[in-house]
């Protein structure tokens, strides 16, 4: 398996794997792919890496730009994240991770928030920080990771690819 930048002719697989990984998800509004699409679209594709085994995408993660009110730049919304069902388990998601985040950091990224399970995120770093809010969910499953310098307070707003519409 390796881990590489999207390229213009994995459009259509991301958008097939994306969907597979999120089908019937109990916490999906199955919009995950329209998501990158929009963010595609509106160039908040930060860093969007596949992993890709037999030159079959297997699995994509995607990074855009956050906002932290009051104002701090350089902070990053980590989702979606997708992995084929056939290969979920495998650790094609976690090496999605650790990759992007290592892009991050050289990019000279402050940080990086996401929402998802504790248990999960917790193992590269991610954690509550009380000092971050993100409305509408709760606070243990809206986690961050501090990349550079002193963790920052604020309201956090994800770009409006995410929002409805």
């Given at each position: 398996?390796?881990?590489?930048?999207?390229?213009?002719?994995?459009?259509?697989?991301?958008?097939?794997?994306?969907?597979?990984?999120?089908?019937?998800?109990?916490?999906?509004?199955?919009?995950?792919?329209?998501?990158?699409?929009?963010?595609?679209?509106?160039?908040?594709?930060?860093?969007?890496?596949?992993?890709?085994?037999?030159?079959?995408?297997?699995?994509?993660?995607?990074?855009?730009?956050?906002?932290?009110?009051?104002?701090?730049?350089?902070?990053?919304?980590?989702?979606?994240?997708?992995?084929?069902p056939?290969?979920?388990?495998?650790?094609?998601?976690?090496?999605?991770?650790r990759?992007?985040?290592?892009?991050?950091?050289?990019?000279?990224?402050?940080?990086?928030?996401?929402?998802?399970?504790?248990?999960?995120?917790?193992?590269?770093?991610?954690?509550?920080?009380?000092?971050?809010?993100?409305?509408?969910?709760?606070?243990?499953?809206?986690?961050?990771?501090?990349?550079?310098?002193?963790m920052?307070?604020?309201?956090?707003?994800?770009?409006?690819?995410?929002?409805?519409?």
């Amino acid at each position: 398996m390796i881990i590489r930048p999207e390229r213009e002719g994995d459009v259509v697989a991301i958008g097939a794997v994306t969907a597979a990984a999120f089908a019937g998800h109990p916490h999906s509004d199955q919009t995950e792919a329209l998501i990158i699409e929009r963010l595609r679209a509106e160039n908040a594709l930060s860093v969007s890496l596949v992993a890709e085994e037999a030159g079959e995408v297997i699995g994509h993660i995607a990074f855009s730009p956050v906002t932290i009110t009051p104002a701090d730049d350089g902070w990053y919304g980590l989702g979606p994240v997708s992995v084929r069902p056939d290969r979920q388990g495998r650790g094609v998601g976690s090496d999605l991770i650790r990759q992007g985040v290592e892009r991050l950091k050289n990019m000279g990224a402050a940080g990086c928030v996401v929402v998802g399970e504790p248990a999960f995120y917790g193992r590269f770093g991610f954690r509550d920080e009380p000092a971050l809010v993100f409305p509408g969910v709760a606070p243990q499953y809206f986690m961050a990771l501090g990349l550079s310098g002193a963790m920052v307070s604020g309201t956090v707003v994800y770009h409006s690819a995410f929002g409805p519409g």
